[in-house]
């Protein structure tokens, strides 16, 4: 991938997950009602729940929301390397989002989404390859 495309997918993913980072943080957005109550559902099926640790739906939303939108400003905007670190945080993110859907029993089309976008940080990770 040349070097302009990875810059712009780069920006691209950033202003993606600052976008999606945002409603989770912000109640004055129309969507943080509707996450709100998602989250808690996501909170019953989260990873580290065997070993007895079940987050507080809010909290959990804010979390999130600070990782998505704190990493979608480093991918967009950092260096190389906070690019990378970035990109991988947030392939551990859309990782998760899989887990958490597929763990409700969703429909496989609700993962589209998490699918695409963790295509995308692999495409930007692993471009020299």
């Known amino acids: 991938m040349a070097a302009g495309s990875a810059h712009l997918l780069s920006i691209g993913l950033g202003l993606f997950f600052c ?13 943080h009602k509707a996450l709100k109550d998602e989250f808690v559902k996501f909170s019953t099926v989260f990873p580290l729940k065997p070993l007895g640790v079940v987050p507080n739906p809010t909290l959990y939303m804010y979390a999130v929301g600070v990782v998505e939108f704190g990493a979608g400003v480093m991918l967009g905007m950092g260096s190389p390397d906070q690019q990378v670190a970035s990109a991988v945080v ?4 859309m990782v998760g989002a899989i887990q958490t859907l597929l763990s409700l029993g969703r429909a496989t089309t609700e993962c589209i989404p998490a699918a695409v976008c963790l295509s995308l940080l692999g495409l930007f990770l692993f471009q020299g390859l």
């Not at 980072?21 to 957005?29: D, H, W, Y």
């Open 19 to 31: 976008t999606t980072g945002l409603p989770k943080l912000f109640s004055f957005i129309p969507a």
């Open 90 to 93: 947030l392939l551990g993110v």
